[in-house]
């Protein structure tokens, strides 16, 4: 890609996010939204409530955390080394909710893969899934407005993340149906 476009597409993100980066509250929340994504911690307890039962849930919920875990880890290990990306240069603190900081390069945004990896990959209902995307977007901008990462770390994050989400959701489907991810049911239908 070109390293060109990519410097056009960090600075307006950057002057987008400058707005929000000096305000402590906006701060604070994408402190909180960083740190539960941390080490995969709210997918944990996401799939834990999704196999409280025991059965197909269960196994399934264990699965697509599993193999969402496996394979972010090794694939953002992998890019990162060969990319070599430096991180941004200004690491903001202005909020009270330390996080920890980033000890590897700077391409892929490693939250954001294991994010949208997770929550394409774990859900079982559209909505589901709606709501997880929703979540893994909110992780990425977080990781951009505390200066940890560019814009484009975490559009490549959310895109290599997305592919191992699907393909681990066709994986499971294999294994637990083709019925791993279904609609929620419209209030019509409960009328018939």
């Given at each position: 890609?070109?390293?060109?476009?990519?410097?056009?597409?960090?600075?307006?993100?950057?002057?987008?996010?400058?707005?929000?980066?000096?305000?402590?509250?906006?701060?604070?929340?994408?402190?909180?939204?960083?740190?539960?994504?941390d080490?995969?911690?709210?997918?944990?307890?996401?799939?834990?409530g999704?196999?409280?039962?025991?059965?197909?849930?269960?196994?399934?919920?264990?699965?697509?955390?599993?193999?969402?875990?496996?394979?972010?880890?090794?694939?953002?290990?992998?890019?990162k080394?060969?990319?070599?990306?430096?991180?941004?240069?200004?690491?903001?603190?202005?909020?009270?909710?330390?996080?920890?900081?980033?000890?590897?390069?700077?391409?892929?945004?490693?939250?954001?893969?294991?994010?949208?990896?997770?929550?394409?990959m774990?859900?079982?209902?559209?909505?589901?899934?709606a709501?997880?995307?929703t979540?893994?977007?909110?992780?990425?901008?977080s990781?951009?407005?505390?200066?940890?990462?560019?814009?484009?770390?975490?559009l490549?994050?959310?895109?290599?993340?997305?592919?191992?989400?699907?393909?681990?959701?066709?994986?499971?489907?294999?294994?637990?149906?083709?019925?791993?991810?279904?609609?929620?049911?419209?209030?019509?239908?409960?009328?018939?």
């Amino acid at each position: 890609m070109n390293t060109d476009l990519l410097t056009v597409v960090d600075t307006r993100a950057d002057a987008l996010f400058d707005r929000y980066r000096n305000r402590p509250a906006v701060h604070t929340v994408a402190a909180v939204l960083s740190n539960v994504a941390d080490y995969g911690a709210v997918w944990v307890v996401l799939a834990g409530g999704m196999g409280r039962r025991s059965g197909p849930a269960r196994q399934r919920a264990a699965r697509a955390l599993a193999l969402s875990g496996a394979l972010s880890f090794t694939v953002n290990k992998a890019v990162k080394a060969v990319v070599q990306r430096q991180r941004p240069e200004t690491e903001l603190q202005v909020g009270t909710v330390p996080v920890r900081a980033p000890s590897s390069s700077s391409f892929p945004s490693g939250h954001t893969l294991a994010a949208f990896s997770t929550a394409v990959m774990l859900p079982t209902s559209r909505a589901g899934t709606a709501s997880c995307v929703t979540f893994a977007s909110a992780v990425a901008g977080s990781r951009v407005l505390l200066g940890h990462h560019h814009a484009t770390d975490v559009l490549g994050g959310a895109a290599i993340g997305t592919v191992l989400g699907l393909v681990g959701r066709r994986l499971l489907a294999r294994r637990f149906g083709s019925g791993a991810v279904r609609s929620v049911p419209s209030a019509r239908a409960g009328t018939r």
